[in-house]
């Protein structure tokens, strides 16, 4: 087991800062986001040039169900 641990050390050390690195940018991500921040670029939608389109259905679907998108609707 030693020897594998010492053959990989290289490659284990390389993923296990990986690893970190990519929890902290989630960590980070999930902390903005529960304060209301944006998990994408940090600014808020307030600020953000396309904040009125955030999370809105495309026009050709409004008002549709969407579920029904590609098939045909029943009454």
């Not at 259905?57 to 029904?68: E, F, H, K, R, T």
Request: charged fraction near 15%; proline fraction near 1%.
């Amino acid at each position: 087991m030693s020897r594998f641990i010492s053959e990989y050390l290289g490659t284990i050390a390389i993923g296990v800062l990986l690893t970190a690195g990519v929890g902290a940018i989630i960590a980070s991500m999930i902390r903005s986001k529960r304060k209301g921040g944006s998990a994408s670029c940090g600014c808020g939608c307030a600020n953000c040039s396309h904040g009125e389109n955030c999370g809105a259905q495309p026009s050709s679907l409004a008002g549709n169900d969407v579920s029904a998108v590609g098939r045909e609707r029943t009454k």
